[in-house]
């Protein structure tokens, strides 16, 4: 097949006017190659059948459906892009190692700082440094570029950084006053700034706004930091592609999932289901709920020096024990999670404080919308035509202020509240489920493209 006469015949025939979907479409099916669509964007990576490493990456660019910028890359004898991460662990998975098509190279044992942080937290019991430095400067390098989570790189080699919160991270002091931070996060201001780092990823709109907050005490800086970020939310699987209408006869099924269980939530759930049993506001035959997490940890960093007694615990743990609605397991393996999901109705996430909310992508991909709280970028994530929100006045950090007992019993009673009103909403109007479980469905299709986020990649590491 003669690609580079496919691609002019479809350039010029977009350029001489609009290109929809259906003919999109038609180039896909015509070159037989990945191909993502939508109103603002068009990417496809085409690998040339029988010339090795030879290839094209084209990017086509609309707005309002009119082609407005081509551009198209040769890739002549390049072998597969290798990207330098410094862990596999699960943050890494979820927003870096996502491309078949990539090779990626754990600097774990590579990093300086990964010793240097055993020896901190194990003999000194200091904080964890948010930093990567490889222990060796290769005189040829292995790698084209370092993509990090949460860290910083100090290295004269390209990198760049996908971050949740605020970059350069460090922990709040014992204090809990983050402005003492201050000075330690100006040293590492220059790295961030430098040519070398060529891209800082906001995992959210959430993050991005933290991280202008944190600049605006270094205006000799921000321009050049700032002028790097961009905010592009994570990829997720589809696992259901429509959610049919289900059986009004059968019980709502609600699931908590959340191994911090009272962290994210699921004393509040089970207080709110407890309560509208007790009232009689619903019946045992009306709903089902499946709580996933671990009793044990009872810890919630979101309360600081406020952390709940023991009874707040022992009477949980009573209710679940002392009610026939709820199914509690300690832990449920990933695949069964999402299984579980594509046959249960509601998704529960009602949580204190969330950096992200991974969770809920899962939910929605599996066509079970959420009910989570209004922390960080949740909002964002769950929209209300996806989903529910229980809404609570935010400070500067989008996060719920916890500055005394009363503050954390207010919060909860206030969720509690919410939590209530919208459990006999969806009991007694079920055939929103359906509505908003496709909504979620169809924003997950449309903001978190796998294909999409590989092609996002790829042009910020080609900067």
């Known amino acids: 097949m003669n690609y580079c006469a496919e691609l002019k015949f ?53 707005y309002k459906d009119l082609l407005h910028a081509v551009h198209i890359s040769y890739l002549n004898e390049v072998a597969v892009m290798r990207i330098g991460v410094s862990n596999d662990n699960y943050p890494e998975k979820r927003t870096i190692i996502v491309d078949s098509g990539v090779e990626y190279v754990n600097y774990k044992n590579k990093n300086l700082y990964y010793y240097l942080n055993l020896f901190n937290q194990k003999v000194l019991k200091k904080r964890k440094n948010f930093l990567f430095k490889p222990v060796i400067q290769l005189r040829q390098p292995d790698v084209d570029i370092f993509h990090l989570f949460n860290e910083v790189a100090l290295t004269d080699r390209k990198w760049v950084a996908t971050f949740e919160t605020e970059l350069p991270r460090i922990l709040p002091p014992p204090s809990g006053n983050k402005s003492e931070n201050i000075s330690e996060l100006k040293k590492l ?15 959210s709109g959430a993050a991005y706004r933290m991280e202008q907050k944190l600049f605006r005490c ?35 099924h609600f699931v908590f999932v959340g191994n911090e269980f009272y962290r994210k939530g699921g004393g509040e759930v089970v207080r709110a289901f407890e309560q509208l049993l007790t009232e009689g506001k619903i019946q045992p035959d009306q709903v089902k709920v499946t709580l996933i997490g671990d009793l044990e940890k009872r810890h919630n960093y979101a309360l600081g020096k406020h952390q709940d007694d023991p009874q707040f615990s022992t009477a949980t743990e009573a209710a679940i024990a002392g009610h026939s609605i709820f199914d509690h397991v300690k832990f449920m393996p990933n695949e069964q999670v999402l299984s579980l999901l594509q046959k249960a109705d509601v998704g529960l996430l009602p949580t204190w404080a969330e950096t992200y909310g991974f969770s809920v992508l899962e939910m929605q991909s599996c066509g079970c919308p959420v009910i989570t709280t209004n922390v960080r970028a949740l909002p964002e ?3 209300l035509e996806a989903g529910w929100q229980i809404s609570h006045e935010l400070n500067d950090d989008l996060e719920y202020s916890v500055l005394s007992g009363l503050d954390r019993d207010k919060l909860r009673q206030q969720t509690v509240k919410q939590l209530k009103e919208l459990i006999l909403d969806i009991v ?36």
């Open 381 to 383: 994530i769950n929209p």
């Open 189 to 203: 201001f220059p790295a961030l700034a430098a040519g070398n780092c060529v891209a800082l990823i906001a995992l």
């Open 10 to 62: 479809f350039l010029q025939n977009s350029l001489a006017g609009t290109c929809n979907g259906s003919e999109v479409n038609s180039f896909r099916n015509t070159l037989r190659i990945p191909l993502v669509y939508s109103k603002k964007k068009l990417w496809c990576s085409i690998n040339t059948p029988g010339l090795g490493n030879q290839g094209k990456f084209l990017s086509i660019y609309y």
């Open 218 to 252: 270094s205006p000799e800086v921000s321009d050049a930091i700032l002028n790097k970020m961009v905010v592009v939310h994570p990829p997720q699987k589809l696992y259901v592609q429509q959610r049919e209408p289900r059986a009004n006869a059968q019980p709502v």
């Open 428 to 463: 007694s109007q079920p055939e929103q489920i359906t509505l908003k479980a496709n909504a979620a469905i169809e924003r997950i299709r449309i903001e978190h493209d796998v294909e999409a986020y590989q092609a996002k990649l790829r042009t910020l590491y080609n900067q």
